[in-house]
T-cell receptor
Framework: NAGVTQTPKFQVLKTGQSMTLQCAQDMNHNSMYWYRQDPGMGLRLIYYSASEGTTDKGEVPNGYNVSRLNKREFSLRLESAAPSQTSVYFC???????????FGQGTRLTVV | GENVEQHPSTLSVQEGDSAVIKCTYSDSASNYFPWYKQELGKGPQLIIDIRSNVGEKKDQRIAVTLNKTAKHFSLHITETQPEDSAVYFCAAAGPNSGYALNFGKGTSLLVTP
């Protein structure tokens, strides 16, 4: 099983460019999440989708949008990238509430 | 929202010693408390979790304790080994956060031979 797959693994953007981070899970999970990880800050929740068709803001949603395309896929879009969005982005999924969350390998994004 | 604090930020122990990492949370409605281990260049992986209806859970060398009254929970690793070296994160979730995990800032554990 692939689990949670994120693409791309690495990306460099110029300030003002847009891009979409892709995430797909093959475990038939209901809930999906996007986190960003910065040195000394832990993992901070950007957006989550408790079930197909729903999305909610997390702790740091500004500058991002998400789409729960179907049960498998949850994408994160940066409309106009800023250097402050340089980070490692992790997608995760869980079967339902209060169950183990499985994480992807991460996308390392640099905005110059 | 939920605020999770984790201490210490770094911890160095000798192989065979025990390691303890402590977390506090702010939302009394939180009812799920997992611990994740992250190795360099990888995503976090669950190592143990506890729900609010129990006070302690053990899995071989790893144990977690929960004190709901004081709103704190701890990770205990006994007989540490070099391969335990990693960053450990605690998290809390509950109805007020949509059951999404709120993480502490992490503890970098180094086990020296």
């Amino acid at each position: 099983n692939a689990g949670v797959t994120q693409t791309p693994k690495f990306q460099v953007l110029k300030t003002g460019q847009s891009m979409t981070l892709q995430c797909a899970q093959d475990m038939n999970h209901n809930s999906m999440y996007w986190y960003r990880q910065d040195p000394g800050m832990g993992l901070r929740l950007i957006y989550y989708s408790a079930s197909e068709g729903t999305t909610d803001k997390g702790e740091v949603p500004n500058g991002y949008n998400v789409s729960r395309l179907n049960k498998r896929e949850f994408s994160l879009r940066l409309e106009s990238a800023a250097p402050s969005q340089t980070s490692v982005y992790f997608c995760a999924s869980s079967e339902t509430k209060n169950t183990e969350a499985f994480f992807g390998q991460g996308t390392r994004l640099t905005v110059v | 929202g939920e605020n999770v604090e984790q201490h210490p930020s770094t911890l160095s122990v000798q192989e065979g010693d025990s390691a303890v990492i402590k977390c506090t949370y702010s939302d009394s409605a939180s009812n799920y408390f997992p611990w994740y281990k992250q190795e360099l260049g990888k995503g976090p992986q669950l190592i143990i979790d506890i729900r609010s209806n129990v006070g302690e859970k053990k899995d071989q060398r790893i144990a977690v304790t929960l004190n709901k009254t004081a709103k704190h929970f701890s990770l205990h690793i006994t007989e540490t080994q070099p391969e335990d070296s990693a960053v450990y994160f605690c998290a809390a979730a509950g109805p007020n956060s949509g059951y999404a995990l709120n993480f502490g800032k992490g503890t970098s554990l180094l086990v020296t031979p």
